[in-house]
């Protein structure tokens, strides 16, 4: 049937014919594709991608919005806009790109209303503990999306480096068993666009900034994410990538200046040599061959020295806070980036959302360098910083030795000892994330040589130690890699994440008797903390550990002992003298073990602790 010519078609029409004008230009990328009004700053700097877009004169009539520069750079195929929101109000309007004075094309742009109480929305504390998921690994919720079509890699769950299927409604279908185990957060691992040809399921090979990969769903079902997450008291944390890019990132086919990466887009790699930034006695090269040098081939280095690039990146991170209703956002390779950008990228993350918590990734067991990023830690060279937290490796590794190392003067608990006696290097130690593993070292069951009163003692001093607890999904389930740490393999698939697992972790079905014991006992760790949050937020304290018997206490605001903590590595029964701990249970009037309820008088001679485990005892 003919259909009569609406206006609408006659306006199609219109601009198909301003378009075919247009010959030569075309506006492939306006970012941020759209932003917000009424935050406390009225900048924004729009990057326009297009061919020869250069040449063409951008102008907003709307009086509200005002073009204050037109930045040109090396290549012509780009403009940056700085737009000043002089109303500072929602709105819908275009931007017309002129030539000759004729429009040669048209952009619609919108600021938006901000959601109510987006500024002080609950973050991160040393309440919670994250639960961190490999999300092409976790859970297949949709395999519709399983294989998407623009996207190069395919669906291949017989290859370890593979895409799996895992996607975000996978996560959202297990929101129930998060929220009943007792996780607070979700870290997820990146989340953005991977178009890489192979090995993309891992997420820090972005090539888009401001979509969510297909294969892992669409933005707005991470926005359902963090919605349902909500629901459930829990936050979500987005993983940022400032360092790097994967080199299919339309960047890399038209690169906005030869500065744009370090080495003008050819590889070399980093020294991962990071001592260098903060070694007193090191040269500028070493410096340079540790930021400017690349992970790998397929990732190109990102130069934060070049201003669009630094606010590229500081504005994409608060569109997705904003748009996700982010609780928190963990920053990967945090040293590898500019020095100087770092502070300012935390700068603007922090004086928008004051409350946020962001927590920086530096691999390293040294802690005058990981503490060296934290705000408020005031280094020897006075760097400034306003990163709340670092991932503290410090930790991990002295847990691990002093758990597995023999007890010596210099060995074993001593280990975790001392490291927390380094505390004083840090801004604020309490909101350090602190982690038994993650997604790229061996599980901690493999590193504990799969014993469990290991094990055990491992989950429960990192859930009532100081800190922000983090756990690798699977880990309570005693996921393992023997003889391998092969990334593929520590990754493997969540049981019950796929249909045909004769496995499941959220309903037990086939898990081992030691699996469910495990989980058991995770969730009942999880639920101590989620009863008595003060008892895991307060002040720590503890004492030289002496005889292969280690004892912190945790205190409430008033200072008074409300937790004490003890690790035993003996093979046998101890009867651990309690004199010793007298300024602390002389304030109680008895102690209650978390495991069994059995209670113990304070003013008990001694203790007896079962050989090789971690007990817990509320003191009141
Ligand atoms: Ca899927």
Redesign the pocket.
Known sequence: MQKKLTTKHILTLFFTLVISESFGHDLKHVEPPFWWADFNHKELQLLVHGENISQLEPKISYKGVEIKKVHKVDNPNYLFLDLLLKKNKPKKFTINFYKDKKIILKHDYEILKRKKGAENKETISGRDVIYLITPDRYA?G??E??EVKSLLEKHNRGNKDGRH???IQGIINNLDYIEEMGFTQIWSMPLLENAMDNYSYHGYAITDHYNIDA?YGSNQLYRQLSREANEHNIGIIMDVVLNHIGSNHPWMSDLPSSDWVHHQGEFSPTTHRREALHDIHGVEADKKAFSNGWFVPTMPDLNQQNPYLATYLIQNAIWWVEYAQLSGIRVDTYSYSDKAFLTRWTKALTTQYPDLNIVGEEWTTNPVITSYWQAGSNPADGYQSYLPSVMDFPLQQALVNALKNEESWGSGLIELYEILASDALYGDPYNLVTFTDNHDMSRIFTQLDENYALWDMAMTYLLTSRGIPQVFYGTEILMANPGTDDHGIIRTDFPGGWAHHDQNAVTQKGLSSLQKKAQNRMRSLLNFRRQHPGAVSGEYLHYVPEAGIYVYFRLNKQGTPVMMGLLNKNTAVTEVELGRFAPQLKQIKQLTRLKDNKTVAATAATLSVPAQSASVWLLQ
Do not use: L
């Open positions: 297949n949709d395999e999306n399983d299927g895992g996607d294969r």
